[in-house]
Structures are given as structure tokens and as C-alpha cells.
């Protein structure tokens, strides 16, 4: 058995055979993704419930949609510093706690102003799920299966999309506090098994305190057949520099302008056609006549539809890149206009939302994918939260124009042909990233190692 004296942290992690760890730190990924899909689809079925309660036109609830969505793109950036630089470990457990604790909260709002505030601040904690889990995921993951577990982690927003339905067909005579009771409680639980379960990153823990004991059992986890002891030195493939700082000029440097500039405009694109089409669906399927069960089925549809073109996404990613996002946002063009299409039965509508969640959550599955997998280690989390944030902020765009678009009566055909404009603008946003992309990386596959290379930088 060899007992190495030095050993690189990529070709250690590249290396590995997936085993328990690596299967512990997805799934419990995967839990944490699910406090933001259930959030998201929980206020959409909670929708009917306000506004036969509170007594308001649908168009008022568009602010609070988007309130959480502000919540998210500060939390993206503040929380993707604080995963950065004290840990993503500590960052995820702060998240999901904050998300707990103001999803408990929304159940004794008292009116709509109220909710906004609460969601505002609800959404700060889980903005900072997404760009940890990202790194942390990344940063365990080797190489070849990176897009794929980034992915099947992500498969939570769709199963926590899924999750909403189940309360509304088995809790409905709770009204629509069931929803933030359920949406409180579990993740506060989760965040209890995160704080015994969840390791640090071993590549944060090697590019920000140099090892340790810690990085050193990691390690040996990983890596059973090198029998690693605690006198092994663990080292970075990819440069330290920047280790303790961060300037936002990072994201532009070492031929990074052009693709952050992209990845911002692709995760706007993706997040706007999602919140338009899932914040509005419910309200929208139930003025059409659906009844609560049936719109129950064709929302957990859209989930499922996005649970099966993020699996197929992952692997197209770790063979082709970015070749898949583009595919993705050209099909999702006449997918989604297709929900729209009148005199639909349910039977049709149910599977034309299928193939809407398939392109539209797979190709901001992919998205979360691909920007885990650009960034350097040592602003990873970061990168990721920038991207979230913008996103985020464009993403208020949806709900809104869903709520003018209803307020102004405007017929469900031509409703549906509005995501169509961020759809394909995201087309054609990922053909110029996949070429930038084929310059820095040298190929169709994404890896820190090819960006990194002295020739490269030359």
C-alpha cells in the first residue's frame, strides 16, 4: 500500500472512488436544496389560499414573490464571503437556520407587507445555500463525475418543488400557514443533522489554513489505498493566491471577463423564465377551471420534468460542456410556449409542463453545474454567490411581469409567449459562452486544471 509524503489535493480527488463520504455530503446537499424549491412552489400553492383569505387582486402578491428573490441576491454574495472565508460548512448551517426560523415567522404575518419583509429576509438565508453547496460539492468531487453529483445535489430544488403538492393534498384544511410550518420546522431539523454530518471543504481547508488534522482524515476518507497519515502534506495543484482576500475584479481576471459577464446573463435568463412560469402556475391553472388536486399534479409535474433534464444535463455537461445549456434553452423555447396552447386537457397540459421543468430547471440546474465548475478554489463560493445575486435581482423580473400581465387580463396563449424573450436571449448567451469557454479551458470540458495551466497564461 503506497504511503505517499506529498500528495496533490487534485489528483487526490480525482482519484477517488466515490464512496460514504462523498455519497453523506450530496445527499445532505440534496436536503438542504430542498428548502429552496419548497420555498419557491410552497408560496406558490399558498397563492389561492391568501387571496381568497386576505381579499386582494393576484397582481399584489407579484412584490412579495419577488421580495424573497431580493433576499436571495444579497444573501448570494454575503453568504458566499462568509462560506469563502470562515467555511462553507459554517455558511450552510447559518442559511438553513435563517430560512427555518422566518419561514416559522410567516405563519403569524399579518398582512402582505408584513410577508414581504419576513420573505425579504427569508430569502438572505437561502441565497447562501446555493453558491456553498456548489463549492462544497465541487470541491469534493473528482473531475469526471463534478457536473454530475453537482447536479444530483441540485436534483433537491425539484424534489422540494415537488414536496408543496403533497401538503396540499394532505393539509389543505390547515390553510396556507401549513405551508411555513412545514417549510420552518424541517429545515431547523436538517440544520441540526448538518452541524454532526457535514465536513468542511478539504480543498478550503488545504487553500485557507494549509491542512491540518481535519484536511488529513479527509483525506485519508477519500483515499483509503494511500494509506495517509497525519504526517502527509497536502498540497494545491491550483494556485493559493488570494487565499485571504477577495476583490470583485477576480471574477474579470485571468481570462474570466467574458464568461462571468455570460454565466450572469445565462443565470439571469434561466431564473426569470423559472419564477415566471412557477410562481404564476397554481393561480393561473385554477382560474382556468383545474381543480386544487389537479393543479396539485401538473405544478409536481413541472418538479419531476426538472428532476429528469437535470440528470440528463449532468452528464452532457461532464462530456460536452456548455454544448447542453444551449441546447436546452433553444428546445425550452417552444416547450413553454406550448403551455399556453388552447383547449389543452389536463392529460396534455400535465406533460407540456413536464418538458417546461425539464428545460427550464435543467438548464439553471446546469447553470449551478457549470459555475462550480469555472472557478478556482479559492473563490468558488463566491463566484457562485455573484452569479446567484445577479440572477436573483433579474429574476424579480418575472414574477412582476407575471402580475402586469394578469392585472391587464391578458389571454393565457399570449401570457406563455412572454418567457420566450429570456429564453432565447440565454440561447444565444450560452453559444458565446461555450466559445469563450473553449479558449480558457482548451476544450468542451470544464476543469480548474486546463484554466490554470502555464500555458494557458501565457
Known amino acids: 500500500m503506497k504511503m505517499p509524503g506529498v500528495v496533490s489535493l487534485d489528483e487526490l480527488v480525482d482519484g477517488q472512488k466515490i464512496g460514504s463520504l462523498v455519497i453523506r455530503i450530496v445527499v445532505l446537499s440534496l436536503l438542504v436544496q430542498c428548502a429552496d424549491g419548497f420555498d419557491l412552489a410552497a408560496m406558490s400553492y399558498a397563492a389561492p389560499e391568501l387571496i381568497r383569505a386576505w381579499h386582494f387582486p393576484p397582481a399584489d402578491l407579484g412584490p412579495v414573490f419577488s421580495a424573497g428573490l431580493v433576499g436571495m441576491a444579497l444573501g448570494g ?84 418543488g415537488i414536496l408543496p403538492s403533497v401538503v396540499a393534498t394532505t393539509l389543505s384544511r390547515f390553510g396556507w400557514q401549513a405551508f411555513f410550518v412545514v417549510g420552518g420546522v424541517a429545515p431547523l431539523l436538517l440544520a441540526v443533522a448538518l452541524y454532526f454530518l457535514l465536513p468542511e471543504s478539504i480543498k478550503f481547508l488545504v487553500a485557507k489554513k494549509g491542512g491540518g488534522p481535519e484536511a488529513t482524515r479527509l483525506a485519508a476518507a477519500l483515499r483509503p489505498d494511500l494509506a495517509i497519515t497525519p504526517e502527509t502534506r497536502l498540497v494545491m495543484t491550483a494556485p493559493r493566491d488570494g487565499a485571504n482576500t477577495f476583490s470583485p475584479a477576480l471574477l474579470f481576471a485571468d481570462g474570466l471577463a467574458w464568461i462571468t459577464v455570460l454565466v450572469w446573463l445565462l443565470f439571469s435568463a434561466a431564473l426569470v423564465v423559472n419564477f415566471f412560469v412557477n410562481s404564476w402556475m397554481p393561480t393561473l391553472f385554477r382560474a382556468e377551471g383545474l381543480t386544487a388536486n389537479q393543479t396539485a399534479v401538473t405544478q409536481a409535474a413541472y418538479y419531476v420534468g426538472g428532476i429528469v433534464g437535470g440528470l440528463a444535463i449532468s452528464r452532457m455537461i461532464d462530456r460536452w460542456g456548455i454544448v447542453a445549456i444551449a441546447g436546452y434553452f433553444l428546445l425550452g423555447c417552444p416547450v413553454v410556449a406550448s403551455i399556453g396552447t388552447p383547449g389543452l386537457s389536463h392529460v396534455a397540459l400535465t406533460f407540456a409542463v413536464f418538458l417546461t421543468g425539464a428545460c427550464v430547471l435543467g438548464s439553471q440546474l446546469g447553470m449551478n453545474a457549470v459555475t462550480g465548475m469555472i472557478y478556482p478554489t479559492t473563490i468558488r463560493s463566491k463566484g457562485a454567490g455573484w452569479a446567484s445575486a445577479v440572477g436573483r435581482i433579474a429574476s424579480t423580473l418575472g414574477p412582476v411581469a407575471g402580475g402586469a400581465l394578469i392585472a391587464r387580463h391578458t389571454p393565457l396563449p399570449k401570457l406563455f409567449l412572454a418567457p420566450l424573450v429570456p429564453l432565447a436571449i440565454g440561447a444565444m448567451g450560452a453559444f458565446a459562452l461555450l466559445y469563450f469557454c473553449y479558449r480558457r479551458f482548451r476544450g468542451l470540458r470544464l476543469h480548474e486544471t486546463a484554466a490554470t495551466a502555464p500555458e494557458f497564461s501565457r
Open 77 to 160: 454574495p454575503l453568504l458566499g464571503y462568509v462560506g469563502d472565508r470562515y467555511g462553507r460548512r459554517v455558511a450552510i448551517i447559518v442559511s438553513t437556520v435563517v430560512y427555518g426560523l422566518f419561514s416559522l415567522a410567516t405563519v403569524f404575518a399579518p398582512n402582505l407587507t408584513v410577508m414581504l419583509l419576513l420573505r425579504f429576509v427569508l430569502g438572505v438565508g437561502l441565497g447562501g445555500l446555493l453558491p456553498n453547496t456548489v463549492a462544497l460539492n465541487a470541491e469534493f468531487a473528482p473531475r469526471r463525475l463534478r457536473a454530475t453529483l453537482i447536479i444530483i445535489m441540485f436534483m433537491g430544488l425539484a424534489v422540494g
